[in-house]
């Protein structure tokens, strides 16, 4: 906590690209230094973890600093410890839940009328053991210059298309100036009005929102919507409401999305908690999703009727503009499921 004061009553020399990238480099990437540093025994776990996954551990020090010591069951450690249970073959669990893995041009898929999501990055800042993209081939649709021009011809083509989303891998692992490049591009696009950005990247990196890209993002013609991903209310401390804070402070609109995941987040006391959270840091809380059913995460999925009961406590609990949309994804849809509270036989 004296560490976090420090750094916030720092000047604006702390929100450079040497802060967040050296916090990036430095990422735990093995699980048995992670539980070391926990003060976590093996033999105090009460389940079994797997120590060298493909898809590997990858957590920043800033996230893990937010993780209680000796806590087995802390939940933000849950979400990015390889357990033994993701090598289990499960039926309905798949390797594309969401059918992206052919996509419409290197580094972007348009699967919705008005917008498209480009992956500008093939990389996160961390691996999220439920994450539905774990095995996607960025290997595949990684973007050169050669791309970006034909991603540009492809949305001047389509006047429909008004928003285009940066999103997974993590956007923000590009750095600054390279963003800026890629924005300038997409600006010159006359129909396209807004600029989304999904990102889970200042949640376990705080000092990623540098000035620059403040100024960035702030200084486009486009219009900017920041979508965080914070799954839990341990996730935000002081540190990231302090980031937050700056890209509020210049009017940017900031939306954020949960995944509903078993012994995390799955009681409506946890995501009443994290609404109000969201809400003082400028946040509203957009979406809660179910989770989509990628190899490998079976066993963070939650049974829809306990969604529907968890979001009918948060409507009695929290005001309307705080109560997220609970959605599902689903393969081929032109758009997200809402999932009807009203007529769910509960
Ligand atoms: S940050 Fe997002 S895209 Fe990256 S691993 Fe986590 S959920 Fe997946």
Same mark, same amino acid.
């Given at each position: 906590m004296i560490q976090n004061v420090q750094i916030l009553t720092r000047n604006d020399s702390y929100w450079q690209d040497n802060e967040w990238k050296k916090w990036l480099s430095g990422a735990f990437s093995s699980p048995n230094n992670l539980l070391q540093h926990l003060e976590l025994a093996p033999e105090q776990l009460p389940y079994r973890v797997l120590p060298d996954h493909p898809f590997r551990q990858r957590v920043p020090q800033p996230f893990v600093d937010r993780m209680e010591a000796g806590n087995p069951d802390d939940p933000l450690l849950l979400q990015v410890l390889p357990l033994a249970q993701e090598a289990e073959e499960v039926d309905g669990y798949v390797e594309d839940p969401l059918g992206e893995h052919d996509s419409t041009l290197p580094g972007l898929l348009h699967k919705y009328q008005s917008r498209v999501l480009v992956m500008l990055a093939t990389a996160c800042a961390v691996n999220c053991r439920y994450c539905f993209r774990r095995e996607f081939p960025y290997s595949d649709n990684k973007l050169g210059k050669g791309d970006w021009t034909a991603i540009i011809n492809y949305l001047q083509q389509d006047e429909d298309i008004n928003e285009v989303i940066l999103s997974g891998g993590d956007p923000l692992i590009a750095n600054d100036d390279y963003l800026a490049a890629f924005i300038k591009q997409i600006e010159t696009v006359k129909h396209i009005k807004r600029l989304r950005i999904h990102s889970r990247l200042p949640v376990v990196i705080p000092q990623r929102i540098t000035s620059k890209l403040v =100024?960035?993002?702030?200084?486009?013609?486009? *219009?900017? &919507?920041? &979508? #965080? /991903?914070? $799954? /839990?209310? $341990? =996730?935000?401390? =002081? @540190? @990231?409401?302090?980031?937050? *804070?700056?890209? /509020? *402070? !210049?009017?940017? !609109? @900031?939306? $954020? *999305? #949960? &995944?509903?995941?078993? /012994?995390? $987040?799955d009681n409506a006391e946890t995501l009443a908690d994290l609404s109000e959270k969201l809400f003082d840091n400028h946040i509203l809380p957009y979406y809660l999703h179910l989770l989509d059913k990628v190899k490998g995460s079976h066993h963070f999925d939650t049974e829809e009727a306990v969604a529907v009961d968890i979001m009918q406590q948060l409507q009695y609990r929290l005001a309307g503009f705080l109560v997220p949309k609970l959605v599902r994804e689903e393969a081929g849809k032109p758009h997200k499921s809402w999932i009807d509270l009203a007529n769910n036989n509960q």
């Open positions: =100024e960035l993002l702030s200084s486009s013609r486009l *219009q900017c &919507v920041f &979508v #965080t /991903h914070i $799954n /839990h209310p $341990n =996730e935000i401390d =002081e @540190l @990231l409401g302090k980031a937050m *804070q700056r890209l /509020h *402070q !210049t009017g940017i !609109t @900031l939306l $954020n *999305q #949960t &995944v509903l995941l078993r /012994h995390i $987040n």
